[in-house]
């Protein structure tokens, strides 16, 4: 759920307007391929709180986490020194009541008014009142109860590790470590900070049998048996 820029939790919800201008004067080709304009902004933002709203967002984080479930049972009986990868933002934590204040944009600075809006970033987080993505909790509980060790791997920022793991903590979560980007790394994606920081788990000798988060740059760059992506129609982190 992957802090300003490249290294922000959040991305506005962009979407390129095409503009379609006439040719030459002359007969109309008719063979040319009609063009189809991608919905308004307004459109986008209706139809993914819909998507929401329908409970159909729900549904499918909870098949994805479902099967990341049935795979950790299975795979905890071949035993080893295993680990699962979480990702925290829309996928351990929800920020949807925030996401939604902003109208779905991004607004880092500045206070959180709920529900109204607008709602600053780092103060949302500062409030640590995230509520648990309630599929992914029963995820971490069945790894802690297989003595699969737990890893919170995060892009936010680790002048946040207070915040974070209050509110973690605060909606039943329980880990063997949380890993937060350090306050002075700058990439160009998250796969730069996360795919080494599960390169080292495995030196330390853990297999990570699960790494599940709700972007693809949360789970490239190998170092896992297996991936699971949530779904998140809300930002995208590169």
Known sequence: MNTVARTSIFVTLGLALVLCTSGCAGTADSTAPAITSPPSLAEAKRQVSEYVDSGRYDAEVAAVAGQARAFL??????????????????????NLP????????????????????????????????AEPIKPVLALVRLARERGVAVFFLTGRPERLRAATETNLRATGYEWTAVLLKPDDLTTKSAVEFKAPERKKLQDQGYTVIVNIGDQMSDLDGGFAERTYKLPNPFYFIP
């Open 98 to 129: 925030s996401i939604r204040a902003n109208d779905y944009g991004f607004i880092v600075g500045g206070p959180c008014d709920l529900p109204r809006g607008p709602c600053g970033l780092f103060t949302w987080i500062g409030m640590a009142r």
């Open 73 to 94: 049972e299975s795979r905890a009986q071949r035993g080893g020194k295993l680990a699962i990868v979480v990702d925290i933002d829309e996928t351990a934590l929800s």
